[in-house]
């Protein structure tokens, strides 16, 4: 058997256990698919990721993620929190400031910002519109008042978010997830502000995500498209689910940076046969 680092992260937190939770398992490598997706639906989070040695000389570390159900090329609170655990181990980035990770997607980089850390988003895979069709599939899924729909679009950076902005902050309040629905959905409700911008609301097939990296990601570039938001904004998630998470949006011209604080909850080994 083997004992190895192990770490429960709160991320996007804005106080105790407001964010959402990340389990990450370091010095991965020895570790097979198979083993690394038991343990994925044994720690039963949103995601589990595993730290491993990096094979691009580029990166700092390599790091896979996991559902319970499923492997994906990236996610951005495990990106977010993988880094955070990287960093209390002692290690040192290759460029000061800048940890490198590689993952499904390829590179990503994290910026360290004092207490806080923020990915830059990768580009989407698909953005295009959704079809008339496909949008009222969305609507009639959520239960949503057709004309209460601004727009719909894809915003697939891995994870395969379908991202919809409503009207009002009612609407996207009164949000219910569906009983059956196999729908990636991101929805979202301008405040007028800037602080936050937008509140957001992620839903998957089985839950709805209290805060979500790769979702705030693909939406900040929908709606920076859009001209609905500024340069630099925050996002506030988890509401609904009794969580405060707070998002920190900022695109620096070269890229769109999703930010936000990363705190070690747990640290402690993991004991794998």
């Not at 990636?184 to 979500?212: C, I, M, N, S």
Request: net charge negative.
């Amino acid at each position: 058997m083997t004992s190895l680092d192990f770490f429960e992260i709160d991320v996007f937190a804005t106080g105790a256990f407001t964010g959402n939770p990340l389990a990450v398992i370091c010095g991965a490598d020895g570790l097979s698919g198979e083993q690394m997706q038991q343990i994925a639906s044994w720690t039963n989070f949103s995601e589990t990721t595993f730290l491993q040695e990096p094979t691009n000389p580029e990166a700092d570390y390599r790091v896979r993620i996991f559902t319970p159900t499923e492997e994906f090329d990236f996610a951005g609170h495990p990106t977010l929190g993988t880094a955070r655990a990287w960093l209390t181990l002692g290690n040192e980035p290759r460029t000061e400031g800048l940890v490198v990770q590689e993952c499904g997607v390829g590179n990503v980089e994290v910026r360290i910002q004092g207490d806080s850390l923020a990915f830059a988003t990768p580009p989407l895979k698909r953005d295009d519109q959704l079809s008339p069709e496909e949008k009222d599939e969305v609507c009639g899924a959520f239960g949503v008042e057709r004309q209460l729909l601004i727009d719909a679009s894809f915003g697939d950076n891995g994870p395969g978010w379908k991202l919809a902005l409503l009207d009002s902050l009612d609407a996207l309040r009164a949000l219910e997830k569906p009983a059956e629905s196999d729908l990636k959905v991101a929805f979202a409700a301008l405040t007028g502000g800037t602080d936050p911008a937008y509140e957001l609301r992620a839903f998957t097939p089985a839950f709805e995500d209290p805060v979500t990296g790769s979702a705030n990601g693909a939406m900040a570039q929908w709606l920076r498209g859009r001209r609905d938001v500024p340069a630099h904004y925050s996002v506030s998630q988890g509401t609904s689910l009794g969580r405060d998470g707070r998002v920190e949006i900022t695109d620096d011209g070269d890229a769109i940076w999703v930010g936000g604080r990363a705190n070690v909850v747990v640290r402690g080994t993991i004991t794998v046969e």
